[in-house]
């Protein structure tokens, strides 16, 4: 076939697979097609900094702008299966992102015994799909081929798709003659998994050998496909769903003909068919976190004198002691920052994966 | 310097002229990681196909299950959730029934049967052919219009081939049925292994009922 079987890695160093077979040596039915057209992977970037102390060194200011423009960037895409091949990678198009940090660090408050200095961290930054050379979406990662993250020229890099229901030009769920949503035949976006912005506030004060450490972290937007959430929804486990799911209720929508909707359906029904389809699953994820807090206490050099010790230090901490997904439904305590998919590029999906833990821990230094 | 050193030298030079330049060869033109098209061995491809064949007709697969069980559930076998077809199926449903027929049966009966008939092994041709018209009808009988003449032929660059009409397909079915028991019933010194042969151990009568079998499903259909 004369397909070249050459070592490649991609601008993040990941080794790329150009060269394949349509042999089946297992039944995996999974045919990767070379490609010989292969080009590398580009990436420019420019950046602007600045930096600044005042108050002798007791307010700091940093941040920086920039700008990546990846070219030609090495993905998957998949093929029907009916030529023979199911992935083949390619150049796919265009990637360019635009981001902001900004770093503040302050002491507001020092003298002899006691300090209070703090670390307020922001940043931002948009990936926007510039360039596709496919038509439509491209699959990038996640769970299903109908459920995962997408390129789609113009829109941000990862754009949720899934399942959508029918919808009239105002926007309105058509429903069938069941009086439960129809679904569209293709797959639609659903959200956006990036974040709007991020912000980490570090707060450090200390008294004598006491020193009390909290960092808060906060996550604006960004979207989150969460079947915990709505599992718990839609089998009426939430707290808001705690009422009579026998009574009879009419989905808010209208019939394809424009009439609106007047067949009547229980309340089980309609949470359970309408609610779960995949597009009521996805939640804003903003959330705030008490990342981590630590109380700690270093003996003083008079005591430690007597002792083979330099230093001592005696600390308690807790990690994600508490967190709030505000835009969650308020008994289900869900924590947005969990992903199914694991390590990788895909983002925003929790297919009832377990929570995240909290730790504590109780450390001597010496 | 002296003699010792002289000869290191030259062993050296020697060492990297013969054994660089085998890391400087890029245009390695097969993937060493896999079997190729023309270096898969044909019995073992031959039950690849097979195995590939059973999973997917037999819904023996989680990823397919949902796809095959949909004509069961269509005319109520089995239950069907939800009472419209809008409601009950999802698109991405059959996306694992379309690619195992193609690029797990379809592509491999398409390899076994070039590497048979280089080798006039007549008998896998045979068992290449009956799997290839059930699948096909199988095929026909869930999507009507699907790829055929065009497909299978990504390699050249062929990535959305255009579906052929279903009657004709059908009727490629049976020519395929027919090529089949004439393949089957030729005498040749090498026949189907009975290892490799997983449905009939190298039976070739029995693969012949199972056409004719097949043939007369087809007309009554």
Redesign the interface.
Known sequence: MGVQARAWLDSNGNPVNVNGSNVNINDSGINRLGNPDLTPELVSELELGLEFKLLNNKLGFEASVYKKDAKDQILDQRLDPSAGYTVTAINAGNLLTKGIEIGVNAIPYENDNFRWDFILNFDAYESTVTKLPVDGALFLSGPFSNLGNFAIEGQPFNTMMGQVIQRDDNGNPIVGTDGLYLLQDEIGVIGDPNPDWNSTFINNISYKGFKLSMQWDYTHGGDMYSATANTLLIRGLAGETAFDRSIPLIAPGVFANGNPNNIQISANDHYWENLGNTEFKVYDATSIRLREISLSYSFPEEILNKTPFGNLTISAIGNNLWFKAVNFPDSINFDPSVNSEGVGNSRGFDLLTGPTAKRYGISLRA | MNIKNKISIVLFTLFLVNFSCETTD???????N????ES?DVD??LN??L??FS?WVSEE?DDNRYGFEAGMRAVRMLHMY???Y??AF???DF?DV???????????V??LKTLASQNDLFHHIGVAQVIESYTLTTLVDYFGD??YSE?????TG????NVDDDQELYNIALGLLDEAILNLEKPISTSLSSVSDLFYSGDTDKWITLAKTLKSSLIFN
């Open positions: 890029l245009n390695v033109n097969e993937n060493p896999s079997a190729t098209p898969a073992l491809l690849g196909t195995l590939d999973k697969d939800g009472p419209l809008e409601n999802e698109p991405g996306d379309w690619r195992q027929a193609y690029s797990g049966v379809l592509i491999d398409k390899n699907v790829p497909g299978l032929q990504g390699d062929e990535f959305n081939p």
